[in-house]
């Protein structure tokens, strides 16, 4: 069981990653990164009441697979959107 629920939380990473361009545009970054962080404390928190199988499928597989690739790929995308902003701001003299 712990397989299928690594299985699930890399398939949803992967399947979540164009969606969050769209929840980061909609709610805005700051915004969403929170709220990523706070259903990561959650599951992990959760985590410690896990008592069947199928309950770390759905915590572990769906709860933080959503909540890392969110919280993961909104802050990257950010810095690397301001960075590269200052970037051709200083290269055209601004």
């Given at each position: 069981m712990i397989s299928l629920a690594i299985s699930?939380?890399?398939?949803?990473?992967?399947?979540a990653g164009p969606f969050c361009a769209a929840i980061a545009e909609r709610l805005?970054?700051?915004?969403?990164i929170a709220l990523a962080m706070a259903l990561l404390a959650t599951a992990i928190f959760l985590a410690t009441q896990i008592r069947q199988p199928w309950q770390l499928v759905v915590l572990w597989g769906l709860i933080v697979g959503a909540g890392t690739r969110v919280g993961r790929s909104c802050g990257f995308g950010a810095a690397v959107e301001r960075r590269q902003s200052r970037r051709q701001a200083r290269a055209r003299g601004r």
């Open positions: 699930v939380n890399l398939v949803l990473y992967g399947l805005g970054v700051r915004r969403v």
